[in-house]
């Protein structure tokens, strides 16, 4: 399909007479949980609309990993599509869905004019219209915030104005900061045609709940007659990295009790200080990982000691649930692999360094302390728990009457349309 010209929602209806109903999920930066939001209205859609009757499209993508095709070629996909299509089992093509991809390398391949912004956003179009055309309702999600995509001339507002879409902004739980981020991405929105349709606040902190969705709820509509949709409350557990999460951020493997691959812990300690300069390194501590050079076996009996104990005591209905990340230049002893898989404590192996030294150990825990868990499709437990919170919190009733856009809405923006 060959397009010129803005507003697609309006050819589509104009032209084609096919009512078009989307939404576009975005959100004000970096972490803000948009893809754990995009998973839970997704899932809370489909209740509402039905199965196979709810479209998901990632327009522009970032982390990818490679598709191969039924016509054998591969197409980069985004991460997170990957993520939604196996959740639920969808079946639309992958080019639909995730349609354009900024590998490294890619922004500077537009600049130098060997890609062009405006081919991209012919493949938007067409798998938008792909998917609109088929679906009752098609969720969209951004990538980072609306201003993502600018150096490349393709950016989340441009593409929401483009497909004529209303937008849905995921703000960090909070009141002046969050406001003001808001702000700066609805002034880019408003640029470029597109229109809020509404606000969804998250991790939003427990204690000053009600609080921040009064205060917020009133501004929004004082200024902007605009709704919160949704106000979703911080739950330290699901927001915690799981063991699998640092084995994937650091490329180390399991060597041990990968059954438990994603469990997350409630402290984390790094021990590089000897056993007669602090014996509090040896002590039984519930729910913790352990961080330490893989030449440690004082530290690694100590663990083995301290879980046995456990499991005899309470005839192996109590665990520690503890966790362990080895770095060096070496792996444990097969010795010590072995104990650690009959204990079932889950040990990641990081290789690092020409000998076992310290360094490599700071290089990890500052790794791991940046780190933000991202989704994975094999955790289902946290998957379902997340889903269930969202869906507790957020208006599904207003937003899925998020209303058909078409002809009066590209005539409001003094858009010409053109096949």
Request: glycine share 10%.
């Amino acid at each position: 399909m060959s397009w010129k010209g803005t507003s697609t929602t309006a050819v589509i209806q104009d032209l084609l007479g096919v009512p078009v109903r989307a939404v576009m999920l975005a959100a004000t930066g970096q972490h803000t949980g948009k893809t754990t939001l995009s998973l839970g209205v997704f899932r809370g859609l489909v209740k509402r609309w039905g199965k196979g009757k709810v479209a998901y499209m990632k327009p522009l993508g970032q982390r990818y990993v490679d598709i191969t095709l039924p016509d054998g070629t591969v197409h980069k996909v985004d991460r997170d599509v990957e993520v939604v299509r196996r959740t639920f089992n969808l079946d639309t093509p992958w080019e639909h869905m995730s349609p354009v991809v900024f590998p490294p390398g890619y922004t500077r391949q537009c600049i130098d004019g060997k890609v062009s912004s405006d081919d991209l956003l012919s493949k938007i179009k067409d798998g938008f219209t792909s998917l609109a055309t088929k679906a009752d309702f098609t969720l969209l999600e951004g990538s980072g915030h609306m201003g993502v995509g600018s150096i490349a001339n393709l950016n989340n507002a441009q593409v929401a104005g483009a497909l004529g879409l209303e937008v849905v902004v995921i703000a960090p739980g909070g009141l002046g900061v969050s406001f003001d981020q808001l702000a700066l991405n609805k002034a880019l929105l408003e640029k470029h045609g597109a229109r809020l349709r509404g606000v969804i606040l998250n991790k939003v902190e427990p204690s000053k709940y009600d609080m921040v969705k009064d205060y917020y709820g009133r501004q929004l509509q004082a200024l902007w007659g605009t709704p919160l949709l949704g106000c979703v409350p911080y739950q330290d557990g699901i927001s915690r990295p799981s063991l699998n999460g640092f084995k994937n951020l650091l490329s180390g493997e399991f060597v041990a009790g990968e059954d438990h691959a994603f469990r997350t812990f409630d402290s984390t300690r790094l021990i590089v200080s000897q056993g007669d300069e602090d014996k509090t390194i040896y002590d039984k501590v519930q729910g913790q990982l352990v961080i330490t050079l893989s030449s440690r076996n004082d530290v690694i009996e100590s663990m083995l000691r301290n879980q046995l104990e456990v499991l005899q005591t309470s005839q192996g209905t109590q665990d520690l649930r503890q966790g362990l990340v080895l770095v060096g230049h070496n792996p444990p002893s097969k010795g010590s692999v072995e104990e650690l898989r009959k204990a079932g404590i889950p040990t990641v192996f990081v290789k690092k360094g020409e000998s076992e030294e310290t360094t490599g150990m700071f290089e990890v825990m500052k790794a791991m302390t940046a780190f933000t868990q991202k989704h994975d499709y094999d955790d289902q437990d946290r998957l379902s728990e997340t889903m269930d919170l969202i869906e507790r919190n957020i208006d599904f009733d207003t937003l899925s009457r998020a209303p058909p856009f078409g002809g009066q809405m590209a005539i409001r923006l003094g858009e010409l349309v053109r096949w």
